[in-house]
């Protein structure tokens, strides 16, 4: 069983920046998959990012590419992402995935554990 913890979200300015991070339990955290993902009220979860196991690939949503970066640290079973040039259409809650196979994904159902979500809003 893996736990997901996130941290960072709160409010900005269009243009600001946040760093979101995601701390793992568990001694398998540097086999998995991670990824983010986030939901605005009355829409559906989209995918943002992911990044394999070694951290060696990282993909991202058309929206957030240039702007977010996805990264591992697995010594500390954290992964973060660094949001910049926020906009107010990123405004959502922020999730942390974790998936089981070491490959990235950009699929929801293909990830195992959850985190609570953390708010980002980013106002005009």
């Known amino acids: 069983q893996v736990q997901l913890v996130e941290s960072g979200g709160g409010l900005e300015q269009a243009g600001g920046s946040l760093r979101l991070s995601c701390a793992a339990s568990?001694?398998?955290?540097?086999?998995?998959?991670m990824g983010w993902f986030r939901q605005a009220p009355g829409k559906e979860r989209e995918f943002v990012a992911s990044i394999n196991w070694s951290g060696g690939i990282t993909y991202y949503a058309d929206s957030v590419k240039g702007r977010f970066t996805i990264s591992r640290d697995n010594a500390k079973n954290t992964v973060d992402l660094l949001m910049n040039s926020l906009k107010p259409e990123d405004t959502a809650v922020y999730y942390c995935?974790?998936?089981?196979?070491?490959?990235?994904?950009?699929?929801?159902?293909?990830?195992?554990?959850w985190g609570q979500g953390t708010q980002v809003t980013v106002s005009s």
């Open positions: 995935a974790a998936r089981k196979s070491g490959y990235y994904s950009a699929m929801s159902y293909n990830y195992d554990y």
């Open positions: 568990g001694r398998t955290f540097s086999s998995y998959a």
